[in-house]
């Protein structure tokens, strides 16, 4: 099994809604933190959320009071809600589990916001 699954993604008109999900293998650790970043075509991968095990988040200022985190630490999978979704939230989105040693990344998913 891969380390980190994602799922979700799509397209949406703006103003709609969509959820990721992110399932990583093994137990959450103490000092783990998992995300999600995003990444448009010839730009440079972003943070979009991130998430510990003790529930400590950071928003990119650009999703704040839009997207929301969170985190089943007995399942070891975070969910991104994203609402009010608007067309430069288009990127791939990808799922980031650091376990407080190594960094896993998932496959990616796109999400694309377009009338």
């Known amino acids: 099994q891969a380390p980190v699954v994602e799922s979700g993604g799509g397209s949406v008109q703006p103003g709609g809604s969509l959820r990721l999900s992110c399932a990583a293998s093994?137990?959450?650790?103490?000092?783990?933190?998992m995300g999600w970043y995003r990444q448009v075509r010839g730009s440079q991968r972003e943070l979009v959320v991130s998430?510990?095990?003790?529930?400590?988040?950071t928003y990119a200022d650009s999703v704040k009071g839009r997207f929301t985190i969170s985190r089943d630490n007995a399942r070891n999978t975070v969910y991104l809600q994203m609402n009010s979704l608007k067309p430069e939230d288009t990127a791939v989105y990808y799922c980031?589990?650091?376990?407080?040693?190594?960094?896993?990344w998932g496959q990616g998913t796109q999400v694309t916001v377009s009338s």
């Open positions: 998430i510990t095990s003790g529930g400590i988040t």
């Open positions: 980031n589990y650091f376990t407080g040693l190594i960094s896993y």
């Open positions: 093994g137990s959450s650790g103490s000092n783990s933190r």
